[in-house]
């Protein structure tokens, strides 16, 4: 069977071959205070910077999944107040977490089948960060570039945090439109779950350095002081690690991989346009998703479709929540091959 669920997805088909180099050249019982483990750092590092297009001031760290950088970002970068901008299930579950962990966690739902209206919001000045979820994978809607400049030009003083879980290493995202950064392996990496990556900008540095808080494990300047050394806190998902330098290593870079990625989407669009009983979910271009497509129809049209999938060999993305009986999600995942795309459409054609 092949996935097109949204998270965790398709894994990428040279991983079977990866894995076993790994297992064969012996890093994955390397030490990860050994210099071969830091010499695996500073090539990953040095891919997703490249590859990625991160400023080379911009710090990373890896997590253990974006959730972790959810708790990292509230406990060390976020005093007293927070705002949280969202239209769906993942960024209000972002505020959700945030607020047992800071004073004032403030959410703001806006309509999502509309684009970010910035004219309608108010945010405080006093406000320490503001999160957004870029791509909201429950809804299918996603936070244009063009919506993400607006925001950054309209609050130029104020720290940005971005949840890019599911678009990021799919599109281009432009980092210095905000000053943190996350995301998870098992989406647009299509690797195996187990490992997020958090970015940070030298302004989202400075102010942690200024909180200055280091009561956890894996509280971020404790984390970033190892990873300035090429090593990790703790005994790190090195099978992850490597997946994700082989998997960069591997592909093009990111702007050529966004064009591949719109064009795919707009052969989805064209091709779900031709079907007759279900429609997109989102009804607004700007706010549709790049990397998961999300589908409407009646419950039984939606079984159906299912099931015509099943059939041949392919998992949809069952819909989000109390969405399951009126929506399906498809990934639209750089790890997803061209063959397989043209087989699912085949087998789920009208
Ligand atoms: C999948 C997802 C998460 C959660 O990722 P984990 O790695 O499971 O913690 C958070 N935010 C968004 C937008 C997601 O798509």
Known sequence: MV??????????????????????????????????????????????????????????????????????????????TSFHLYNGA??????RYTKPLVGHAVGYEFDYQEPLDLDQI????????????????????????????MLRSKYP????????????????????????????????FGLPAGMGILICSPSAAARAEEIHEYDHYNS???????????????????????LLDQVLKDRKGISSIHSKTVERYEHWTSFWEKQPQVRSLIQSSEAQSFTVIGIEGEPESIKSYHKKAKDAGFWLGKGYGSWKKNTFRIANFPAISKEHIEALQEALRA
């Not at 997805?9 to 205070?33: D, F, T």
């Not at 000045?125 to 791509?135: H, V, Y």
């Not at 971020?220 to 490597?242: C, G, K």
């Open 90 to 95: 993942f960024g209000e579950k972002w505020h």
């Open 220 to 242: 971020w300047l404790f984390m970033r002081s190892h990873a300035e050394n090429h090593q990790t806190h703790i005994t790190p998902n090195v099978l992850d690690i490597y």
């Open 157 to 188: 003083d104020t720290l940005i945090a971005v949840d890019a879980t599911s678009s990021m290493g799919g599109i281009l995202l432009d980092f210095s439109q905000a000053d943190i950064w996350f995301a998870s392996v098992q989406k647009c």
């Open 3 to 80: 996935s097109f669920y949204p998270g965790p997805s398709q894994v990428h088909e040279k991983v079977p071959k990866w894995v076993k180099s790994a297992y064969e050249e012996g890093i994955l019982g390397a030490n990860h205070r050994s210099s071969r483990f830091q010499h695996l750092m500073k090539s990953v590092y040095h891919e997703l910077h490249t590859k990625l297009q991160i400023p080379n001031d911009y710090s990373i760290v890896f997590t253990s999944s974006a959730t972790e950088c959810w708790e990292i970002i509230a406990q060390s970068f976020i005093q007293e």
């Open 122 to 149: 108010i945010i405080p000045e006093d406000i320490e960060l503001l999160c957004i979820t870029q791509n909201e994978t429950s809804n299918a809607t996603q936070i244009s570039s063009e919506r993400m400049a």
